[in-house]
């Protein structure tokens, strides 16, 4: 029962560590009259999706059965034995069941949000950055005066450290909520303050809040808020 409490707080952990929201997450424990033949405890870890709460995951307490099946059938010894206690025993085994499918969509509708913006709508997947397939897009204000060759330098620098984009079509604040709608957490801006102090504008996918940081300490920057 020890390793099943663990193995319960650990799965809901990973969940949180993903960017889900906790207050959607909860552990549902089977009744005992629906438990498997096999198993002695068994919970559930549900989600409340848009059209309610479903299974996300499962972890059971098998007990010894698996082992001591193969046991029996194969004739081979599969027990353990215990150093400390001299004791000899067939282990029980906790099995957590999860989908890869299953927590992908539970990623995506946890993240989807539609935002009104001075009067247009704005759609941003507030992906957690650790999961992102894009960590920054990368955009030269405009397209000259030094602006792309600045920005390409950015891309190639910051290349070897996390997956970026580099986007130069269409106006900056399009650009932007491309990104957004991709779930790219931080835009990097190269405008004419750059020329000027080798600083760019850094801006957050989820608040859209902006600050001035140094080219030379960019990469440091971001990887500290991604995490890693």
């Given amino acids: 029962m020890e390793w099943l409490n663990r193995w319960k707080d650990e799965r809901l952990a990973w969940y949180a560590r993903l960017g889900l929201k906790t207050e959607r997450l909860r552990l549902k424990r089977h009744p005992n009259k629906e438990l498997a033949h096999y ?24 007990t010894d059965y698996d082992l ?27 099995e957590t069941s999860a989908g890869v499918d299953r927590t992908f969509l539970t990623c995506l509708i946890d993240a989807y949000s539609e935002e009104e913006v001075r009067g247009e709508k704005r759609v941003v997947l507030k992906l957690h950055p650790f999961i992102a397939p894009m ?15 600045i920005a390409r330098k950015i891309e190639k620098e910051l290349r070897p450290h996390m997956p970026v984009f ?9 650009r932007y909520r491309r990104q957004d709608e991709a779930g790219t957490p931080f835009g990097i801006t190269v405008d004419s303050q750059t ?9 957050d996918r989820d608040t859209m809040e902006q600050e001035r940081v140094k080219i030379s300490c960019l990469a440091q920057v971001l990887l500290s808020r991604l995490g890693s």
Avoid: C
């Fill in 135 to 149: 960590k920054a897009g990368i955009f030269p204000l405009v397209r000259r005066d030094g602006m792309p060759e």
């Fill in 68 to 94: 001591s099946r193969h046991q029996r059938h194969s004739g081979k010894d599969l027990s353990y034995f215990d150093d400390a206690t001299g004791r000899r025993y067939v282990p029980y085994i906790i």
């Fill in 195 to 203: 020329l000027k102090d080798e600083t760019v504008t850094v801006r």
């Fill in 39 to 62: 198993a002695k405890d068994a919970y559930d870890i549900e989600y409340e999706f848009p059209f309610g709460w479903k299974e996300l995951e499962g972890i059971h307490n098998r």
């Fill in 166 to 174: 580099y986007d130069e079509s269409g106006s900056i604040g399009r």
